[in-house]
């Protein structure tokens, strides 16, 4: 079964930093599209970030410069780096698997997600 399984977050004072993780198993990450996703109360769903098969990245405006994508192959687990946090950036992050290797416009698979807050 394919699942995805995310971690890292937590309460953070703003400018400080998290690294949040979403370990898949049950398909090789590597060889597909994925992305970050966000959903905070009161707005709207939002893609955050997402690498394809080329390692080719992608950031949205607002994240763009303080967030970093990565992943580690050997441990099947994708990363989300964010930097310079900010109260806005407060929201669950969802991770999220799109089969298909230079990404299309939906996905296959999303994960539980995990919270991160950002006090002021």
């Known amino acids: 079964d394919v699942q995805l399984v995310e971690s890292g977050g937590g309460l953070v004072q703003a400018g400080g930093s998290l690294r949040l993780s979403c370990t898949a198993s049950?398909?090789?990450?590597?060889?597909?599209?994925m992305r970050w996703y966000r959903q905070a109360p009161g707005r709207e769903h939002e893609l955050v970030s997402q690498?394809?098969?080329?390692?080719?990245?992608y950031y949205a405006d607002s994240v763009k410069g303080r967030f970093t994508i990565s992943r580690d192959n050997a441990k099947n687990t994708l990363y989300l780096q964010m930097n310079s946090l900010k109260p806005e950036d407060t929201a669950v992050y969802v991770c999220?698997?799109?089969?298909?290797?230079?990404?299309?416009?939906?996905?296959?698979?999303r994960g539980q997600g995990t919270q991160v807050t950002v006090s002021s």
């Open positions: 999220a698997a799109d089969f298909h290797a230079y990404c299309s416009a939906s996905d296959n698979y």
């Open positions: 690498i394809n098969l080329s390692g080719t990245t």
């Open positions: 049950g398909f090789t990450m590597s060889t597909w599209c």
